[in-house]
């Protein structure tokens, strides 16, 4: 409304709030289901569960809110736009003389009684699609009177590589927040029992489908095993959340990168300052820390090919030249500069294939890619999603036999959210809403107004979007695809490439040392030799722990899955924390 010059009094949107949070606990208590009235029966769902935490920065703020949220989603399809609810309305001739919402009745959530073929596996060769992608790049900055239109960025390559689709935007919807802290197995049981109440109205047969992150996935996950009965695995499919999932990948690289000289190397290219290339290690923002990936992958395969390019061009006439995949191997097992640079480049590409399947909601692309990732989280000890990502990988193989129907719909790319994002990254958003201006932010020290925006929150979204459905559609390209974005990624490519040239080109190194870009630190004979066995060491690993845990039982999964010794730079090392004298 204010872009089209309107403005209404903040007593109105009082008022207007306050009816619309009334009508909907009174709908509540009628229907005894929380089902937001935008969600659409007949169609299928998805939902996740997070906590919501505010820590309000005032210097007067006397409070703060950990609680839970609950997202639940629907893709539409034209064929299948399911039917709607009676929408939610309000008297809009008569004023409520109070401005407060109606209390909600209180609730405890109460304690429970007591009572495949998913082995990680290697990255041989670079995959097609990426591939191509990479040539791309590569063919463009060679020739600099190419064409200026040329799509190089990996996002708006892909996008314009595929087939426009009719995919309609997802419903959303958000139901009300709860104040009890999300990370306990009474709040997750009773999120699980409310997704399922909603589910089960609008779509009685359904199984409900649960995305959660880490911590929360290890407590719904011990519901199912615990109360079989009622949260079995035949009731529920519990999925990993895919955004979460990026994020640990992304650090995982960030860890086997550290020391390295990577970071030297982007801010000697003028990629990114110090502060912000020493973030890209623990993957601060997903956003930008893929970006940087995306550049340093185009940039080693264009220093591949250069190194093989100069391998060819010395060979003898008479000798056996390999080929660039047969050579890469061969120089992989021979020279531990060409390995680790080299395994780099792979751990990049499997993250971009990750974030590919979750673009193009390809399931099966994104069960191969969990299981490419499954070796490196016990390599390089990131122990919590070792522990969990292989549990999630078995039930997403197994689910065709446990919940068939729910398994044909993720074949069919709803395991994301339109457009293709994961189902916590969608959830994340309307976490962001929730805490940002006009959300949850200023009202948690204020239990009506907290409860205001609670119930009303939702209904006052579904009005505004339907408003904004009604406006003229931009039909822009994908963002990426903009001249100036396009010139800045090639620029990027190209500065990180003289960078790396200017340290010395790793993959022409024939050497017998691992040594660090910047420092031209030299890696001990035992770090060598860890680095040497580090993929083997947690292919092991992993299929001793689906083996022992998932396969045969013999071994609790809460065992402690032992670490490895990384730190192939001693400047990786953790730095002693300094001592202050009086």
């Known amino acids: 409304m204010y872009n089209l010059g309107l403005s209404v009094s903040y007593d109105r949107i009082l008022s207007i709030s306050t009816s619309l949070g009334n009508t909907v ?7 005894n289901v929380v089902c937001p009235s935008n969600l659409r029966t007949g169609l299928f769902r998805t939902a996740a569960v997070d906590n919501i935490d505010h820590n309000p920065s005032s210097t007067t703020a006397q409070d703060s809110f950990h609680g839970t949220g609950i997202s639940i989603f629907q893709n539409l399809a034209t064929e299948k736009r399911g039917s709607a609810q009676q929408t939610i309305s309000i008297d809009k001739t008569t004023v409520p003389a109070s401005k407060t919402v109606e209390e909600l009745s209180h609730w405890s959530p109460p304690v429970p009684d007591g009572c495949g073929p998913c082995n990680g596996s290697s990255l041989v060769h670079i995959p097609e699609e990426e591939g191509l992608w990479l040539e791309t790049v590569k063919s463009h900055l060679d020739n600099e009177n190419s064409n200026s239109d040329t799509v190089i960025s990996w996002a708006a390559y892909h996008s314009a590589s595929q087939q426009p689709t009719s995919h309609l935007p997802a419903i959303s919807a958000l139901l009300p927040l709860f104040p009890d802290n999300a990370k306990s197995v009474a709040m997750i049981a009773h999120a699980m029992d409310v997704i399922k109440s909603c589910v089960h ?3 009685p047969r359904q199984v409900p489908v649960i995305a959660l992150d880490q911590p929360l996935y290890t407590v719904a996950k011990q519901i199912q095993w615990n109360f079989k009965e009622k949260y079995g695995e035949d009731k529920f499919v519990i999925m990993f959340g895919g955004l979460h999932i990026e994020m640990g990948f992304l650090k995982l690289i960030g860890s086997w990168l550290e020391g390295s000289g990577w970071t030297t190397a982007l801010v000697d290219a003028n990629i990114a300052s110090s ?3 020493e973030s890209f290690i ?23 090919k250069k190194a093989h390019n100069n391998y060819t061009q010395e060979a003898n006439p008479d000798d ?19 390995y680790y640079w080299y395994t780099t480049f792979k751990l990049q590409l499997i993250l971009l294939m990750f974030v590919q399947s979750i673009r193009l909601g390809d399931f099966s692309l994104y069960r191969d890619t969990l299981s490419l990732m499954l070796p490196w989280l016990f390599a390089l000890n990131h122990t919590n999603y070792a522990h969990w990502i292989p549990v999630h990988l078995w039930d997403m193989c197994l689910l065709p036999q446990i919940s068939p129907d729910v398994a044909t719909e993720l074949e069919q790319g709803l395991f994301t959210v339109r457009s293709a994002i994961a189902i916590d990254h969608a959830h994340e958003q309307n976490n962001a809403i929730a805490k940002g201006d006009g959300g949850a932010v200023g009202l948690t020290e204020n239990a009506g107004a907290l409860r205001r925006w609670m119930t009303s929150g ?14 003229p559609e931009d039909m822009s390209t994908h963002h990426n695809v903009q001249k100036s974005f396009q010139t800045s990624f090639g620029n990027d490519v190209k500065s990180l490439v003289a960078t790396f040239e200017e340290f010395g080109n790793p993959f022409l190194d024939q050497g017998d040392d691992l040594v660090a870009l910047d420092t031209k630190e030299v890696a001990s004979p035992d770090a060598l030799e860890r680095l040497k066995n580090i993929e083997i060491k947690g292919k092991s690993q992993c299929d001793e722990f689906v083996l022992e845990c998932l396969e045969e039982h013999k071994s609790s999964i809460f065992d402690r899955i ?7 730079f001693t400047s990786a090392l953790p730095k002693k924390t300094a001592k202050f004298q009086q």
């Not at 993957?283 to 591949?304: E, G, K, M, P």
């Not at 939702?458 to 406006?471: D, G, H, K």
């Not at 032992?562 to 192939?568: E, G, I, M, T, V």
Request: include cysteine; charge should be positive.
């Open 25 to 31: 606990c009174r709908r509540y208590h009628q229907q």
């Open 282 to 304: 623990k993957a601060t923002s997903v956003t930008q820390s893929r970006r940087a990936h995306q550049v340093t992958a185009s940039s080693l395969f264009i220093l591949l």
């Open 562 to 568: 032992k670490r490895n010794k990384l730190s192939f």
């Open 275 to 277: 502060v912000t290339a």
């Open 458 to 471: 939702p209904e006052i979204a579904r009005l505004v979007n339907e408003f904004e459905l009604n406006q």
């Open 201 to 203: 109205h609008l779509n």
């Open 320 to 338: 056996d030249v390999h080929s660039f995949h047969d050579w890469c191997t061969h120089q992989a097992t021979n020279c531990p500069q060409f």
